[in-house]
């Protein structure tokens, strides 16, 4: 089945720094998203982006399906950015494979 | 707004019983999913459903079964629940290409 590999696995950041997570994968996909897992454990969804690039807020996402990688890019960190962040991409049926996950944490 | 609810956010029980996870979703999708979420394993599907009455397995479906009898409605069920199932449990409804997320449910088998 097709892999999905998240980097980096953790990353630790100073309040207002940016960072990018990176997200590849081994196959064609017909869909990618990128979700926060919040505290509490439920998935937020930020971006179903499978090609293009998105903004919203201080979140945009690219993805470069013919180079099969997505980036996630958060700017001005807050505390409140950290978490999870996990992507998933579909092949058929809509069936999500996730990668293993960035843990975020923004000190103040 | 997509909103999918999951019947408890935390549940604890004991080796041997029958337990029932129910997922709602109030938009009227076709595609239902459940998974479950393991520290180190990440996420896995286990069940998902095209449409009512229809089921396909994911990667674990071994000693977990579903029902779909609504659209709106999709059970996840462990027949003879085993310390193993203890776990995070979450549900997804998909709108076009995109899935959405329950809230999850923390489940604990003593």
């Known amino acids: 089945g097709i892999q999905v590999e998240q980097s980096p696995p953790d990353l630790i950041l100073q309040e207002g720094a940016n960072s990018t997570l990176r997200c590849n994968f081994s196959?064609?996909?017909?869909?990618l998203q990128w979700f926060h897992q919040n505290p509490w454990g439920q998935l937020i969804n930020l971006f179903y982006?499978?090609?293009g690039t998105k903004q919203n807020g201080r979140l945009s996402a690219t993805t470069v399906a013919t180079e099969r990688y997505s980036l996630l890019y958060i700017s001005s960190s807050q505390t409140t950015d950290s978490g999870v962040y996990f992507c998933?991409?579909?092949?058929?049926?809509?069936?999500?494979?996730f990668g293993q996950g960035t843990i975020l944490t923004v000190h103040p | 707004d997509v909103k999918v609810t999951q019947s408890s956010r935390y549940l604890v029980k004991r080796t041997g019983e029958k337990v029932f996870l129910e997922c709602v979703q109030d938009?009227?999708?076709?595609?239902m999913f459940w998974y479950r979420q393991d520290p180190g394993l990440g996420l896995r599907l286990i069940y998902f459903?095209?449409?009512?009455?229809?089921?396909e397995k994911g990667d674990i479906p071994e000693g977990y079964s579903v029902s779909r009898e609504k659209k709106e409605r999709f059970s996840l069920i462990l027949e003879s629940a085993s310390t193993n199932q203890t776990s995070m449990y979450l549900c997804?409804?998909?709108?076009?290409?995109?899935?959405?997320f329950g809230p999850g449910t923390r489940l604990t088998v003593l």
């Open positions: 998933a991409v579909a092949t058929s049926y809509g069936k999500l494979t």
């Open positions: 997804a409804s998909r709108v076009v290409n995109e899935q959405f």
């Open positions: 938009m009227d999708h076709e595609n």
């Open positions: 459903s095209y449409d009512v009455k229809m089921k």
């Open positions: 196959d064609s996909v017909n869909n």
């Open positions: 982006i499978p090609s």
